[in-house]
């Protein structure tokens, strides 16, 4: 199981995620409870993607908990 430290987190930056390996599959989990299973190409490219850039912004990404709730109150601005 691979975590993510939290040196240098910004406010608002995605925090809580982790990866497993399990042969053909990558497992993400988000607080310990089961978030999304990627298989084949999409389990490569997400392991590509982890090593060129945040891991915690990738994983918020790919399970679509990349959005931190302020985009509903934008919508209502005057």
């Known amino acids: 199981m691979f975590t993510c430290g939290m040196l240098g987190v910004m406010a608002g930056a ?3 995620f ?3 390996v399990r ?6 989990r988000h607080n310990g409870r089961l978030a999304a299973t990627l298989r084949k190409s ?3 490219k997400f392991l590509a993607d982890v090593d060129r850039s ?3 912004h990738v ?3 790919v399970t ?3 959005r931190r709730g302020n985009e509903r109150s934008a919508t209502h601005r005057p």
Request: hydrophobic share 30%.
């Open 42 to 44: 999409a389990a490569l």
């Open 18 to 20: 982790e990866y497993t």
């Open 54 to 56: 945040d891991p915690q």
């Open 59 to 61: 994983m918020a990404r």
């Open 14 to 16: 995605p925090t809580g």
């Open 64 to 66: 679509g908990d990349y």
């Open 23 to 28: 042969g053909e599959r990558v497992e993400i």
